[in-house]
């Protein structure tokens, strides 16, 4: 070993020691974290790092076509990790390098190592042109960071090209006509040179990628690009199941409840934080963001971010952290208002390429702040009175909840001779219109010949908007009062009206033991058309008829084409697409509790929706939700447009098709 191979030899030990220690002092902070199983399904994670990451189909996506280049660059780079471990290697041992392999394998990789760096420079050029010349709004285009990383990766292709290209000058490489990017840099600006000048340049290159190298491996710990530590292992983590649901608390003395601090949300949550790639794709498809409001999901991931950083190493020795996670208006503290933004939609969640999990920790710091402080907006007391009182948002009498069952042959649940509860629902019992879904849904289950009853005045709310309010106790003793009356009555199927309902009763009543079969009413009657049992009279005029998601039964629940086939059926024609539909579609902004909250700040998310849905000039929109219908209702009233467009549920379409 040479003089130069001693000194890399010390400079490669001293980054890997900073290294490590700088990856110990960060990752030692997700252990602050609550404890959390995803030790589940290990073929299935396995495979989830090999799909996402690995094939990037995290990155690629047909809404964001310039993932395309981060995929090239991300395969550039796990290729070029072969080279750059060989050029580690080598500068201690100089023996030690490719060359000596087989001619073969080695023109190969020579001809790879060549081709793919210059692939990996052009991406370079192309990510800087983007920030510079066309940058989206979603990100934070222009940043220094962004701009240091692709200054370092640039370098080092650049020293590449420097080092073989000197060396191909020189005819010291052997692999030279395999080289064609190197081999074209050599002819073109290194065949008048010295020998001198050439061994020079190919130490000075040598140096400067050695630097460059070890620099960027120091310092990606303390930059966003942290992920490319973290995101393999949070895919790996992800939750398998595609249904996001808040964990349960258990209630007894001396437990806290909720996030107030961060070492209070689980480990995979602080992971979360650590493996964000700040890309807004988010932001970019939060209703509450593109309407303006205080909310930014991006912001709340990285804000828990420095407030971990900031908080973590005197968490770690025991003691009180400095910095407030919730209001105290700078970086690393999450206000109250933008807490009680989200409409809990789950676009942010469903968009995120690495499954970072961006609303259940709202409703984390929502149950902290609801059943430790209780602190939350004034509209909402009345709301979480009624609740406990009556089981229901308005407080109205129980009695009232039969009333709409009048014209109808309603009939009580009965264990054995009912085979179908038809849970109706707090909106469906109560609100004006939407008790006109309900019955359509009585007159088709009664065509069918389907056997249901009802709770008629003994049913309860689910608990939907408690649970995403924050106030889990509530919801808890709801909860186990509804499972405990099913298992009471015999009850093993339940058809819902409501998409929260359903999500409710079929995601999350398990985590107290419930066993029951759960169907939304788009999905049963679908099911009842494609099995015959029900029979249409022909085909129903309902004019252009534009389609919306219900966010719980489409994003929540991956329940898209069941609601379309029907209506395709009743009306002879598939519905029109919004262009945010399916996976992308725009919440209508009740969802989350929000519909007993006033929105203001900003433009108001369901007048957002409206005036989407009424580009198309439709003479009906379409829904399966009545929280939907509610807030279409209310947008077309604003856009004067009440009277000319009607709000139709898949339920209302069919039942006009009836014999």
Same mark, same amino acid.
């Given at each position: 070993?040479?003089?130069?191979?001693?000194?890399?030899?010390?400079?490669? =030990?001293?980054?890997?020691?900073?290294?490590?220690?700088? *990856?110990?002092?960060?990752?030692?902070?997700?252990?602050?974290?609550?404890?959390?199983?995803?030790?589940?399904?290990?073929?299935?994670?396995?495979?989830?790092?090999?799909?996402?990451?690995?094939?990037?189909?995290?990155?690629?996506?047909?809404?964001?076509?310039?993932?395309?280049?981060?995929?090239?660059?991300?395969?550039?780079?796990?290729?070029?990790?072969?080279?750059?471990?060989?050029?580690?290697?080598?500068?201690?041992? $100089?023996?030690?390098?490719?060359?000596?392999?087989?001619?073969?394998?080695?023109?190969?990789?020579?001809? =790879?190592?060549?081709?793919?760096?210059?692939?990996?420079?052009?991406?370079?050029?192309?990510?800087?042109?983007?920030?510079?010349?066309? $940058?989206?709004?979603?990100?934070?285009?222009?940043?220094?960071?962004?701009?240091?990383?692709?200054?370092?990766?640039?370098?080092?292709?650049?020293?590449?090209?420097?080092?073989?290209?000197?060396?191909?000058?020189?005819? +010291?490489?052997?692999?030279?006509?395999?080289?064609?990017?190197?081999?074209?840099?050599?002819?073109?600006?290194?065949?008048?040179?010295?020998?001198?000048?050439?061994?020079?340049? /190919?130490?000075?290159?040598?140096?400067? @990628?050695?630097?460059?190298?070890?620099?960027?491996?120091?310092?990606?710990?303390?930059?966003?690009?942290?992920?490319?530590?973290?995101?393999? $292992?949070?895919?790996?983590?992800?939750?398998?199941?595609?249904?996001? /649901?808040?964990?349960?608390?258990?209630?007894?003395?001396?437990?806290?409840?909720?996030?107030?601090?961060?070492?209070?949300?689980?480990?995979?949550?602080?992971?979360?934080?650590?493996?964000?790639?700040?890309?807004?794709?988010?932001?970019?498809?939060?209703?509450?963001?593109?309407?303006?409001?205080?909310?930014?999901?991006?912001?709340?991931?990285?804000?828990?971010?420095?407030?971990?950083?900031?908080?973590?190493?005197?968490?770690?020795?025991?003691?009180?952290?400095?910095?407030?996670?919730?209001?105290?208006?700078?970086?690393?503290?999450?206000?109250?208002?933008?807490?009680?933004?989200?409409?809990?939609?789950? =676009?942010?969640?469903?968009?995120?390429?690495?499954?970072?999990?961006?609303?259940?920790?709202?409703?984390?710091?929502?149950?902290?702040?609801?059943?430790?402080?209780?602190?939350?907006?004034?509209?909402?007391?009345?709301?979480?009175?009624?609740?406990?009182?009556?089981?229901?948002?308005?407080?109205?009498?129980?009695?009232?909840?039969?009333?709409?069952?009048?014209?109808?042959?309603?009939? $009580?649940?009965?264990?054995? &001779?009912?085979?179908?509860?038809?849970?109706?629902? *707090?909106?469906?019992?109560?609100?004006?219109?939407?008790?006109?879904?309900?019955? !359509?849904? #009585?007159?088709?289950?009664?065509?069918?010949?389907?056997?249901?009853?009802?709770?008629?005045?003994?049913?309860?709310?689910?608990?939907?908007?408690?649970?995403?309010?924050?106030?889990?106790?509530?919801?808890?003793?709801?909860?186990?009062?509804?499972?405990?009356?099913?298992?009471? &009555?015999?009850?093993?199927?339940?058809?819902?009206? *409501?998409?929260?309902?359903?999500?409710?009763?079929?995601?999350?009543?398990?985590?107290?033991?419930?066993?029951?079969?759960?169907?939304? @009413?788009?999905?049963?009657?679908?099911?009842?058309?494609?099995?015959?049992?029900?029979?249409?009279?022909?085909?129903?005029?309902?004019?252009?008829?534009?389609?919306?998601?219900?966010?719980?039964?489409?994003?929540?629940?991956?329940?898209?084409? !069941?609601?379309?086939?029907?209506?395709?059926?009743?009306?002879?024609?598939?519905? #029109? +697409?919004? !262009?945010?539909?399916?996976?992308?579609?725009?919440?209508?902004?009740?969802?989350?509790?929000?519909?007993?909250?006033?929105?203001?700040?900003?433009?108001?998310?369901?007048?957002?929706? #409206?005036?989407?849905?009424?580009?198309?000039?439709?003479?009906?929109?379409?829904?399966? *939700?009545?929280?939907?219908?509610?807030?279409?209702?209310?947008?077309?009233?604003?856009?004067?447009?009440?009277?000319?467009?009607?709000?139709?549920?898949?339920?209302?379409?069919?039942?006009?098709?009836? &014999?």
């Amino acid at each position: 070993m040479s003089i130069s191979n001693w000194i890399f030899l010390a400079v490669l =030990a001293v980054a890997v020691i900073v290294f490590i220690w700088s *990856c110990y002092n960060r990752f030692r902070l997700v252990g602050l974290g609550k404890p959390e199983n995803r030790s589940d399904s290990f073929g299935k994670r396995i495979w989830s790092v090999i799909i996402y990451p690995l094939l990037q189909r995290c990155a690629v996506s047909p809404f964001y076509r310039f993932g395309i280049n981060h995929a090239v660059l991300f395969w550039c780079f796990i290729i070029l990790l072969l080279a750059n471990g060989e050029f580690l290697i080598h500068g201690v041992l $100089p023996g030690a390098t490719f060359s000596a392999l087989p001619r073969g394998l080695y023109f190969t990789l020579a001809c =790879a190592f060549d081709i793919v760096s210059i692939l990996a420079l052009l991406s370079v050029i192309i990510a800087v042109a983007r920030r510079l010349f066309f $940058p989206p709004k979603y990100i934070q285009a222009r940043s220094r960071d962004a701009f240091i990383i692709l200054s370092m990766v640039a370098a080092l292709m650049i020293a590449f090209f420097g080092v073989h290209s000197a060396e191909i000058a020189l005819a +010291e490489e052997t692999a030279a006509k395999y080289m064609p990017v190197s081999n074209w840099v050599a002819g073109t600006f290194m065949s008048g040179a010295s020998s001198s000048i050439l061994r020079t340049l /190919v130490s000075v290159f040598w140096w400067i @990628h050695a630097v460059v190298l070890l620099s960027f491996l120091n310092y990606l710990p303390y930059s966003k690009h942290m992920h490319i530590l973290t995101s393999i $292992p949070n895919v790996y983590w992800r939750n398998l199941t595609g249904k996001t /649901v808040p964990g349960r608390e258990e209630f007894k003395k001396g437990n806290t409840y909720g996030v107030g601090q961060v070492d209070q949300f689980t480990w995979k949550s602080l992971l979360d934080s650590y493996s964000c790639t700040e890309c807004g794709r988010c932001s970019d498809s939060c209703p509450a963001t593109k309407t303006n409001k205080a909310l930014n999901p991006r912001l709340i991931i990285h804000d828990i971010k420095v407030n971990l950083l900031k908080n973590g190493p005197d968490l770690i020795k025991g003691g009180k952290a400095g910095l407030a996670l919730i209001g105290a208006k700078k970086e690393g503290s999450i206000e109250e208002e933008v807490i009680w933004d989200c409409t809990t939609c789950g =676009a942010c969640v469903s968009i995120c390429p690495v499954f970072i999990e961006q609303f259940p920790r709202i409703i984390d710091m929502r149950r902290y702040l609801v059943q430790t402080q209780s602190k939350f907006p004034e509209e909402l007391l009345n709301f979480f009175e009624n609740m406990e009182q009556r089981s229901n948002p308005w407080g109205i009498a129980p009695s009232d909840r039969v009333k709409w069952a009048a014209e109808v042959n309603a009939k $009580p649940f009965e264990a054995g &001779k009912t085979e179908y509860l038809f849970y109706v629902g *707090c909106f469906g019992s109560f609100d004006a219109r939407a008790k006109q879904v309900t019955v !359509a849904i #009585t007159k088709i289950l009664d065509a069918a010949g389907v056997t249901w009853g009802i709770l008629g005045k003994d049913e309860k709310c689910c608990g939907d908007s408690l649970r995403r309010l924050g106030n889990e106790y509530v919801f808890d003793v709801m909860a186990r009062e509804n499972i405990k009356q099913f298992q009471d &009555k015999g009850i093993t199927k339940v058809i819902t009206e *409501c998409p929260h309902c359903y999500s409710v009763l079929k995601n999350e009543y398990p985590q107290y033991g419930a066993k029951f079969e759960v169907v939304h @009413h788009t999905e049963f009657i679908n099911q009842l058309l494609k099995e015959g049992k029900l029979k249409l009279n022909g085909t129903v005029d309902v004019g252009k008829l534009v389609f919306h998601d219900s966010c719980y039964l489409g994003r929540h629940n991956d329940i898209y084409e !069941a609601p379309r086939e029907a209506v395709t059926v009743a009306t002879g024609r598939a519905p #029109t +697409e919004m !262009a945010r539909n399916r996976e992308r579609g725009f919440c209508c902004g009740a969802g989350g509790g929000r519909m007993w909250l006033e929105e203001s700040t900003g433009k108001k998310i369901y007048i957002e929706r #409206t005036e989407e849905a009424l580009q198309y000039n439709p003479e009906s929109i379409c829904v399966s *939700c009545p929280y939907c219908m509610t807030m279409f209702e209310d947008g077309l009233k604003d856009k004067g447009a009440d009277g000319k467009v009607k709000v139709l549920d898949v339920a209302e379409i069919v039942a006009k098709a009836l &014999k």
